[in-house]
């Protein structure tokens, strides 16, 4: 069955000139062009959609409005912005009504746009995934509290006060907030008892990996030891981000891509969060297949549940309306190769970064130390197709440092 995309436009020249420039992606697209927001509104009502791709400068409610709207009435529909590169500071964000800005004048972004998200949507819909996360008794889903918070990190003007406060209002995220803070990852010399104090002490950017994370571990729960195991994974999730962020800076990419990149750090191992919540010591004894069965934890994953954790998480983070990027890195970060882009992405530095985190094998500077990463899960051959490989060495010695500041664990 062909996915189904609606292109909104006002202007009729333009909208014939995407119908005519789009021709040979018929056989593989069904496509519906609208020539207003209430037009498309129709076809939503009518049947439902993969992808809605609107121009941003419509009349009345405009493309954001419109893109909100969609999300209500299709909150499985990804969500494209058509316009120019001045639009994403004002709309891209972590989680929102778009998922991605396109330049609307390049007919070749559009397409190259759509192919990448149409890909990732086959992935995450494949009946064995649908059937697992229906299994689920209640699906999480943020507070009201936590988009909040969102919109107010990323804005240029937000102030510690005002996200101390805001947190402080939310009883279950400043705890789990405060849980992370006074974990051994900060090593504070004394315990920091309020969520304003821990803006305080740990600075505006910190906190704000920290909240973003605390928001979203809140959702879950276990036995003590699954709790113990979350808690642990949510401060190796720390770590992952920064670690993320870091890299792509390293190789100066772009500070959206930055930013892509930490958040998808955070968020990899949603997908075990949710595992582990519903399964508890069920998904606990599956792991023990990597060692037994002597299979990736993906395989090991998809072996017990029909899914991996990545799938799971990108999933979930697809439903939260997350960025397209940060969900396209969450369900390749074990199979970066997947992408088949040219460059990296944050999904090829989220890949290398959950490896790297971890404490080598072999001693640093060792003729074996890309084969040793090979043997521990790193794609060398991926960084390899994209002239990287060399890099690997200058990322882990990263990582090193990072572990002797006591910033990895």
Same mark, same amino acid.
């Given at each position: 069955?062909?996915?189904? &995309?609606? #292109?909104?436009?006002?202007?009729? =020249? ?16 069904? +496509? ?78 559009? =397409? ?81 008892? *309020? ?11 910190? &906190? ?11 959702? #879950? ?11 642990? @994974?949510?401060?190796?999730? @720390? ?29 990899? *191992? ?32 998809? +072996? ?12 979930? @983070? ?12 969450? &369900? ?18 989220? *890949?290398?970064?959950? #490896? ?16 040793? +990463? ?15 490989? *060399? ?19």
């Amino acid at each position: 069955m062909k996915p189904h &995309v609606v #292109f909104v436009d006002e202007d009729l =020249t333009v909208l014939n000139r995407l119908r005519q420039q789009l021709m040979p992606q018929a056989d593989a697209w069904g +496509m519906i062009f609208a020539p207003g927001a209430e037009d498309a509104l129709m076809v939503l009502e009518d049947k439902p959609v993969d992808v809605v791709i609107s121009r941003s400068n419509l009349s009345g409610m405009g493309g954001v409005r419109l893109l909100e709207r969609v999300r209500s009435l299709q909150p499985r529909a990804s969500r494209i912005l058509m316009g120019g590169t001045d639009l994403k500071d004002q709309v891209l964000s972590v989680v929102g009504p778009v998922h991605q800005i396109v330049d609307g004048s390049d007919i070749d972004s559009i =397409t190259d746009c759509l192919d990448r998200l149409l890909r990732m949507q086959a992935t995450l819909d494949r009946p064995k995934l649908r059937q697992l996360v229906s299994g689920v008794e209640t699906l999480p889903s943020p507070s009201d509290a936590y988009y909040r918070l969102i919109d107010l990190l990323d804005r240029d003007d937000a102030s510690i006060k005002e996200v101390g406060e805001l947190v402080s209002q939310e009883m279950a995220m400043s705890a789990q907030l405060l849980k992370l803070t006074n974990s051994a990852m900060f090593a504070l010399p004394t315990p920091v008892t *309020h969520a304003a104090q821990a803006v305080q002490v740990l600075g505006f950017d910190v &906190v704000r990996r920290i909240a973003l994370l605390a928001g979203v571990f809140e959702l #879950f729960e276990g036995t003590p030891e699954v709790q113990a195991n979350i808690t642990r @994974l949510g401060q190796n999730s @720390l770590g992952i981000g920064q670690l993320c962020g870091e890299i792509a800076r390293m190789e100066n990419l772009p500070q959206e891509v930055v930013a892509q990149a930490e958040c998808a750090g955070l968020m990899a *191992h949603l997908g075990m969060l949710l595992l582990l919540s519903e399964y508890g010591d069920q998904y606990l004894e599956t792991l023990k297949l990597i060692d037994d069965e002597g299979v990736s934890i993906i395989e090991a994953e998809r +072996m017990a549940y029909g899914a991996s954790h990545a799938e799971v998480g990108a999933y979930l @983070l697809g439903l939260w309306g997350f960025s397209t990027p940060i969900v396209e890195a969450v &369900v390749f970060h074990h199979e970066p190769q997947l992408l088949q882009g040219k460059e990296l992405s944050a999904s090829g530095v989220l *890949h290398a970064a959950q #490896f790297l985190a971890t404490p080598r094998a072999v001693q640093a500077g060792s003729s074996q130390e890309i084969a040793a +990463m090979l043997s521990e899960g790193v794609n060398v051959p991926y960084f390899e197709g994209l002239g990287l490989t *060399h890099r690997l060495i200058a990322w882990r010695q990263k990582a090193d440092e990072m572990r002797t500041a006591g910033t990895l664990r």
